[in-house]
């Protein structure tokens, strides 16, 4: 008996955005050391924070697959783009990252619904919900950055902006808190 529950289709397509939340994350690798280096150790920390999330991500998808009986093909991940020239493109290119990774999510979301694969299609919506929730936070920061003057933004104003991002509230767990049933 077929064991596999997911579709050709489908299950390529979660597979490569599997593999793309594991770039999203070495997106966010490369930016925090970008600003790590730069002397802005709290948004090096929120950067890193967030790399572990995008690592999370990378894993429900792996697992969804799993439960589905499909097949998991771990493949290369893609080198992250030149380090940003200011914090503020920095956070351009953090919001386009998102923005590319939401217009992904829509596209299986589209697979799923146009197969009646109503369990994919459920399951993808928590990523609706977390792409919203990102690509607003990525929008806060850029309206921060900018009426503190954008690439032009006085030391003082990035020591406050790095300040406050040390200590903002994410998601991510820290890994050695990870386990198999909460990745
Ligand atoms: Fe997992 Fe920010 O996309």
Known sequence: ??????????SDGLNSQMTKEAAASQIYLSYGAWADSEGY????????RHANEERNHMTKFLEYILKRGAKVKIEAIPAPPADPTSVQDCFDKVLQSEIDNTNAIYKLVKMSFDEGDWATWNFLQWFVKEQTEEETLALNLLDKIKIAGGIKASGDALYELDRDLEKAPDEAQLAQTKTADNP
Do not use: E, V, Y
């Open 1 to 10: 008996m077929n064991t596999n529950r997911l579709s050709k289709t489908l």
């Open 41 to 48: 150790g709290g948004i090096a920390n929120f950067l890193f």
